[in-house]
């Protein structure tokens, strides 16, 4: 059975950092490409970045391109979200999910909750 | 960005038939997906590229459409369908999903 756990997520004051992680279980990890998708409260879902299978390629939504980073660890099965200079409109709740070769995510994590405020 | 829209909300009946749309501001192909989300829960795959019904999901859902015009469609509706209904496109970069629409049950 494909499972997706995401942790690391709370509360955060602005400018401060914070960092994901999303443990992976029941499928083989470094076959997959992978992302992050966030929402915000009451709110809809936005695509946040995605990685290859192996690390190599990475792709950021605008408003987050130079402040966040994800990236992989094969080894532990493990996806990471680093968030930098995070800002109140990042607040949400952020979902790991696994993506298919034509750009929709099959699974999800049950998400992790990150609110930015002081 | 490709912008999807869609209908708030809608209220059906157990037992009918409901339809759920969502347009696209450009033409997306077949790379449109549907997910479902209950409150408080992660969102769940139920049909990709258009038409295709992900693994597990029940036969009464289906979907349809290609280029802008998109639907969801539920047939018969259950009790257990009450949830909000999200399409997301995959042919333009970025990816997109729509707005959300909330199905509650009379």
């Known amino acids: 059975e494909v499972q997706l756990v995401e942790s690391g997520g709370g509360l955060v004051q602005p400018g401060r950092s914070m960092k994901l992680s999303c443990a992976a279980s029941g499928f083989t990890f470094n076959n997959y490409d992978m992302a992050w998708v966030c929402q915000a409260p009451k709110k809809g879902l936005e695509w946040v970045a995605t990685?290859?299978?192996?690390?190599?390629?990475?792709y950021y939504r605008d408003s987050v391109k130079g402040r966040f980073t994800i990236s992989r660890d094969n080894a532990k099965s493990t996806l990471y979200l680093q968030m930098d200079s995070l800002r109140s409109e990042d607040t949400a709740t952020y979902y790991c999910?696994?993506?298919?070769?034509?750009?929709?995510?099959?699974?999800w994590g049950p998400g992790t909750m990150v609110t930015v405020s002081s | 960005d490709t912008v999807l829209t869609q209908s708030p909300a809608l209220a059906v009946s157990p037992g009918e038939r409901v339809s759920i749309s969502c347009r696209a501001s450009?033409?997306?192909?077949?790379?449109m997906h549907w997910y479902q989300q209950k409150p408080g829960q992660q969102p769940k795959l139920l049909i990709y590229?258009?038409?295709n019904l992900a693994s597990g999901v029940p036969a009464r859902f289906s979907g349809s459409g290609s280029g802008t015009d998109f639907t969801l469609t539920i047939d018969p509706v259950e009790a257990d369908d009450t949830a909000t209904y999200f399409c997301?496109?995959?042919?333009?970069?970025?990816?997109?999903f729509g707005g959300g629409t909330k199905l509650e049950l009379k």
């Open positions: 450009e033409g997306v192909n077949s790379y």
């Open positions: 590229k258009a038409s």
């Open positions: 999910a696994r993506r298919t070769g034509s750009w929709y995510f099959d699974f």
């Open positions: 990685i290859s299978y192996d690390g190599s390629s990475t």
């Open positions: 997301q496109q995959s042919w333009n970069d970025p990816p997109t």
